[in-house]
Structure formats: C-alpha cells, structure tokens
C-alpha cells in the first residue's frame, strides 16, 4: 500500500506564504501523477495542481495559477506546494494523491488511488 502524509499547514495571514509537504513511502512505486486538492467545509474535493512524476509536466487550476507552484524530489519520494499571495478564500484542507494513469491534466479526483490525511490551511483577513 502506497502511504502520503501531508505537513506543512498553518495558520497565516492574507497575503503570506507555507509550503505544504507530501511523503510518499509504502511499496513498489507505482505513482504516474501526484495531485493537491483541497475541501473547504460543506463542499467536495477540488483540483488546485498536479504533476507527473517522471517529466515534472505540472497543472494548476486557474484560481491558483501564478500564485502557488508544484514540485517534486523523486529521489526523495516528496511532493511540494509552495503557496504565495494567500487569500482567505484558500482556506481549506489539503490533500496529496496519487494516480497511476493520467489524463485531463491530473484534474478528476477518481483519478486518484492514495490519498493522504490531509493538512489544514487557514488564511486570515
């Protein structure tokens, strides 16, 4: 079984910065893409970004674009989201994926086979 533990969540304040962590461990790789989602309260997981493992092709939904960025370490087995210029609205749970196929830009959550705990973010006004 692949394992993810997300870090790095945090309270902030509105335009500031964090850096959210996601260890990958478990088993015999078998991850094409690595996604983040988030799941503000009452509602269901959405897309914020996605990467693929091995080319590090990178997608991000538009309300992030230009503000956060996706990356990996692969020989580390770790994912990151760095995220600046936070607004409230970003408030939300974060989660890591991870999908063995990859299609419509690592956007549709049934992609995913592993998901992570999830981290807490919370932006203040």
């Known amino acids: 079984q692949v394992q993810l533990v997300e870090s790095g969540g945090g309270l902030v304040q509105a335009g500031g910065s964090l850096r959210l962590s996601c260890a990958r461990s478990g088993g015999t790789f078998s991850t094409y893409v690595m996604g983040w989602f988030l799941q503000a309260p009452g509602k269901g997981r959405e897309f914020v970004s996605s990467?693929?493992?091995?080319?590090?092709?990178?997608n991000y939904a538009d309300s992030v674009k230009g503000r956060f960025t996706i990356s990996r370490d692969n020989a580390k087995n770790m994912v990151y989201l760095q995220m600046n210029s936070l607004r409230p609205e970003d408030t939300a749970v974060y989660y890591c994926?991870?999908?063995?196929?990859?299609?419509?830009?690592?956007?549709?959550?049934?992609?995913?086979?592993?998901w992570g705990q999830g981290t807490q973010v919370t932006v203040s006004s």
């Open positions: 994926a991870s999908a063995p196929q990859y299609y419509s830009g690592g956007s549709f959550p049934d992609l995913y086979t592993y």
């Open positions: 990467i693929t493992w091995i080319a590090g092709t990178a």
